[in-house]
């Protein structure tokens, strides 16, 4: 990351990341190029249980709103390969976090990208990961369904 120096009368110098305490324990909450700056909305603080660990999904904008997630919603990830099989990844993993409708003046919307935080053991972060980086990942609601008993089910992990 590159530190540098916006003029005081900067409409958006309140939405820029200030080096130093606005980094402790935050995490990039969607992907930024180079060059771009980031900001205060771009950063998600952790907010999990001991021993665990969150991470981002990337989603579609219309899915949180279509599926109605809720913070403390259990979903389950499914993972479809170009050969057309589909698989859990995990299931019944808790949300954690959902976007925020923050505008930022003269840009809309913070983000054009969405994205579910979820909270994950060590196993099943390494099984989203490599879903993510091999498949299309889909996100499914489980809140409220029978706990799913499959071979690959990775939600106790």
Do not use: C, H
Not at 14 to 33: H, K, M, P, Q
Not at 75 to 96: K, P, Q
Not at 118 to 142: F, G, H, K, P, Y
Request: aromatic content about 4%; hydrophobic content about 45%.
């Amino acid at each position: 990351m590159t530190t540098v120096q916006v003029a005081a009368n900067d409409p958006l110098v309140g939405f820029y990341v200030v080096g130093g305490t606005d980094l402790d324990g935050s995490y990039l909450a969607r992907s930024i190029l180079e060059g771009e700056p980031v900001l205060r909305t771009d950063l998600e603080q952790a907010e999990q249980a001991p021993g665990r660990r969150t991470m981002s999904i990337p989603v579609a904008p219309l899915v949180v709103s279509g599926l109605g997630l809720r913070v403390g919603d259990k979903i389950d990830l499914i993972a479809t390969t170009a050969a057309g099989e589909s698989t859990f990844v995990v299931t019944g993993v808790e949300v954690v976090r959902l976007p925020g409708a923050e505008v930022i003046p003269g840009f809309g919307s913070a983000s054009t990208s969405s994205w579910v935080t979820i909270e994950v053991s060590d196993q099943q972060a390494l099984a989203v990961a490599a879903a993510e980086a091999n498949a299309t990942v889909d996100l499914v609601r489980s809140s409220g369904a029978v706990p799913l008993a499959v071979g690959n089910d990775r939600s106790d992990s």
